[in-house]
Nanobody, 124 residues
Framework: QVQLVESGGGLVQAGGSLRLSCAASGRTFSTYAMGWFRQAPGKEREFVAGVSWTGTNRLYADSVKGRFTISKDNAKITVYLQMNSLKPEDTAVYYC?????????????????WGQGTQVTVSS
């Protein structure tokens, strides 16, 4: 079984920055794409950003494009989400996800493994 553990969430003022990390452990796989999703109260889980196994392909939701940057360290089996210029509407629980394939996709149904989530709260 694969375990994903997120860290780095917290409370920040609007305009501030946070960096989320997600480390994989357990039965890891040779190639994988990873993504970040978020879920705000009363809303469905939505795709935020994703990165392919090689790191060459990155996808972003329109709402975070230009503000968030996803990156990964294959040696450490870790993915990061740098979040800048945070807005109150970014407040949500952020989830890390992994799929044992090279290609990155937006659909949550294509991710096999999920972390427990980390809370991000942006105050106005």
């Amino acid at each position: 079984q694969v375990q994903l553990v997120e860290s780095g969430g917290g409370l920040v003022q609007a305009g501030g920055s946070l960096r989320l990390s997600c480390a994989a452990s357990g039965r890891t796989f040779s190639t994988y794409a990873m993504g970040w999703f978020r879920q705000a109260p009363g809303k469905e889980r939505e795709f935020v950003a994703g990165v392919s196994w090689t790191g060459t392909n990155r996808l972003y939701a329109d709402s975070v494009k230009g503000r968030f940057t996803i990156s990964k360290d294959n040696a450490k089996i870790t993915v990061y989400l740098q979040m800048n210029s945070l807005k109150p509407e970014d407040t949500a629980v952020y989830y890390c996800a992994a799929r044992p394939f090279q290609a990155v996709v937006r659909g949550s149904n294509y991710y096999n493994y999920w972390g427990q989530g980390t809370q991000v709260t942006v105050s106005s």
